[in-house]
């Protein structure tokens, strides 16, 4: 799990639904995303000006990498 705080940058998804939704969302490979919410029920992110809560089954299915040293 990611720490609150940090930034993450997509590296992959698993599925095409869930693929072809987060793309509607603006949320494809390369996106850099800041974890807002991380702890029971819904992950919340930030991606840009926007901020998009998830389910944790979904959020589990985003592949990512941690970047920089916020936190």
Request: aromatic share 2%; hydrophobic share 40%; no cysteine.
């Amino acid at each position: 799990a990611v720490e609150e705080g940090r930034s993450v940058v997509v590296k992959g998804v698993e599925g095409l639904k869930l693929r072809s939704r987060l793309k509607e969302l603006g949320i494809v490979v390369g996106t850099e995303l800041r974890v807002v919410r991380n702890e029971g029920g819904p992950v919340v992110v930030d991606l840009k000006v926007e901020r998009l809560a998830m389910g944790r089954g979904m959020a589990h299915r985003v592949y990512v990498e941690v970047s920089g040293d916020e936190v």
